[in-house]
């Protein structure tokens, strides 16, 4: 076993130098990001979606479908946009809705190039003005008349009473206009690209259009059909591109529809309530001639309607987004086109020195959570910049530095991490965990919340005289998940195999303290082996130190996810060494603040791991023990196996 001060790594060792990341971008090329330059279309300024950005240029240029799965963040709107950019705008065009002199209930529907249709129906109402004109003229010398009767009668009051009648008669019986002006139901008049059409969320009568309620239905009143009929998204995005996020959550029956349009191109306009009046109405076939750009994670699909899918699959295009890119100083050079572009976005907010943005590449880095590699969490990462822009501007500052980046961190923590920051210190008022002295059975875990935010999770383990004869049970307890609690029965096989010890004896008992949220995974698997054999073997465990990490049926310490946080929680906490996996140690970008605050550890055996952890008498013997049973296992492969 190699010493623990060659194992243990300070964590000046495990963190980039804070000017790493300045070091390995072009110093020459800016001083501010106000020297990068900005693309104009959208579609070059999606950062690190090279494939997907190469499929959607040809599913621009064929008109094809594409479904986008993906984490939240990483450009799926983005792409969409830059789809409806790369659609020619030339083929765009106005749709109106007409009267139906036959039938009422069924409203014609008018195609024209972009632009026309505001001239149609400007000069429909011109026609219906001038018409109504001659009308009221009419009424005007029926009343003249009927007063210069009255006086030549002299029969004044009869004659008022007369043209006032008249008057009231006319209103009541003229007919609203025998001229009926069409509905612009859609304009692309102006439009220099193809509509783009934001549909997520959007009920059935928003997105496949509806047709108003009347409750003036008679004496004339009414307003007529084809007024009412109000266009749905998947018509305005007719030559564009209708854009639908988390499509899975779409009813069925909306679904159905929606591919209804997709394959016909063209989609009547009906009532969407079975209890309006406008349910009587239908138009005439409207076209949508869109192309979806359906978007989500992978749960989605399993809500998505199988034809739907099969349609998209079968004329156009899936893609599987990524959530990462290499670090590479090409990507690092991206990057810095992203805060150039997210400031300009913004307007609001001043540019970052050179210093700026090499901090925030190195929270892209950080976030990540893996070696040699950058988020594309973009958006998340944009709220990092607009909140350090903030606090500059706050501050009136002429450009963003490392200070206001830092600051910021804070500034913009997720909700998890804020619950994080909750729980430690809860914890530690009532003391939920320890942090300094020894005690036998119990460890201090780590566990991510969210995607990033570390806590502290405290496990305890308690070795009974089992009550069966045959053999002892392990019963754990903390609202564990399925992956959780498998990772808990194999602890029986590590101990068994690593130790020697017969654990049928015992009902081992394991609790995940105040593990309220319940417990995911089976990062913890190292914590619940190292406390139920401290519980076993009555050695204590050294609570200055907290573990995480995954076991193997064959006691190897696997890495797990989130080791920045984890570690960051620990040092918060007060806890002064963490044991990770040693496969996980590039992955470490911890603050500056907590560089000489807490040792890191690489592990990559149980027995390390219990070498690092327990403290006490029993510690040597066991150890040496542990090292006879792995000497006993049989090693290699065997090449020609005899079969009976």
Do not use: W
Request: with cysteine; aromatic share 4%.
């Amino acid at each position: 076993m190699a010493n623990s001060n060659l194992n243990s790594t300070n964590l000046n060792s495990t963190s980039p130098a804070p000017d790493s990341s300045e070091d390995k971008l072009d110093s020459s090329s800016y001083k501010t990001s106000e020297d990068i330059d900005v693309p104009e279309r959208i579609i070059d300024q999606i950062i690190g979606q090279e494939e997907a950005v190469e499929t959607i240029k040809k599913a621009a240029k064929q008109r094809r479908n594409v479904l986008l799965i993906g984490e939240p963040g990483i450009g799926k709107s983005m792409l969409a946009k830059g789809m409806a950019e790369l659609l020619p705008p030339e083929e765009l065009q106005d749709i109106l809705v007409y009267p139906n002199m036959e039938d009422n209930q069924n409203p014609l529907i008018g195609v024209m190039p972009s632009g026309e249709g505001k001239n149609v129906v400007m000069n429909y109402k011109v026609k219906s003005k001038g018409q109504e004109e001659k009308k009221n003229m009419f009424m005007m010398l029926m009343i003249v008349l009927i007063m210069i009767v009255g006086f030549a009668l002299n029969q004044f009051l009869v004659a008022i009473i007369a043209a006032a009648f008249v008057f009231l008669a006319l209103q009541q019986m003229k007919p609203r206009s025998s001229i009926m002006v069409p509905k612009l139901l859609v304009s692309a008049e102006n439009k220099k690209t193809a509509p783009f059409v934001d549909a997520t969320g959007a009920h059935a009568g928003a997105l496949l259009g509806d047709v108003r309620h009347d409750p003036y239905q008679s004496g004339g009143l009414g307003t007529p059909a084809h007024e009412r009929v109000e266009a749905g998204m998947i018509h305005r995005s007719n030559k564009g591109v209708l854009y639908i996020d988390e499509i899975g959550t779409l009813k069925p029956k909306t679904q159905q529809e929606l591919l209804t349009a997709m394959q016909e191109k063209r989609y009547s306009i009906t009532g969407q309530s079975e209890t309006s009046s406008g349910a009587m109405v239908r138009s005439q076939p409207v076209p949508c001639d869109f192309v979806l750009v359906a978007s989500g994670n992978l749960q989605v699909l399993e809500g998505m309607h199988i034809a739907l899918r099969s349609r998209i699959r079968g004329y156009g295009y899936e893609v599987f987004m990524k959530d990462s890119m290499p670090d590479t100083p090409e990507n690092r050079d991206k990057l810095v086109q992203f805060i150039a572009q997210e400031v300009k976005k913004d307007g609001r907010i001043p540019h970052f020195d050179k210093e700026a943005v090499a901090e925030v590449i190195r929270e892209a880095q950080r976030r990540a959570g893996k070696k040699d590699v950058l988020t594309l969490r973009l958006r998340d990462l944009g709220g990092l910049v607009r909140a350090a822009g903030d606090i500059a501007k706050g501050e009136n500052a002429n450009v963003v530095t490392v200070d206001h980046v830092i600051n910021a961190k804070q500034l913009a923590r997720t909700l998890e991490q804020q619950i994080a920051d909750r729980y430690i210190v809860q914890r530690k008022e009532y003391s939920v965990f320890k942090t300094e002295g020894t005690e036998v059975g119990r460890v201090n875990g780590l566990a991510i919340i969210g995607d990033r935010s570390g806590i502290v999770l405290p496990i305890a383990a308690e070795a009974a005289p089992a009550q069966s004869t045959e053999e002892g049970r392990i019963i754990a307890t903390g609202k564990l998940g399925e992956i959780a609690k498998e990772a808990v029965q194999n602890v029986s096989a590590l101990i068994k195999k690593n130790t020697g010890t017969n654990i049928s004896k015992y009902d081992i008992h394991i609790q995940f303290l105040q593990a309220y949220d319940g417990v995911e995974g089976d990062s913890a698997s190292v914590s619940v082996a190292t406390s139920v054999v401290s519980a076993l073997e009555n050695i204590p465990v050294d609570q200055s130190v907290a573990l995480t990490g995954s076991l193997s049926v064959r006691g190897d310490v696997l890495p797990v996810g989130g080791v920045t946080g984890k570690i960051e929680a620990a040092a918060q906490s007060g806890i002064k060494k963490v044991l990770i996996p040693k496969s996980n140690m590039d992955d470490v970008f911890l603050e500056d603040r907590y560089k000489n605050e807490i040792e890191v550890i690489p592990v990559e055996t149980l027995s390390e791991v219990l070498e690092h952890a327990l403290i006490g008498k029993g510690k040597k013997g066991l150890i040496e023990k542990m090292r006879r049973v792995t000497e006993m296992v049989p090693k290699g492969i065997i090449k020609s196996p005899t079969v009976n």
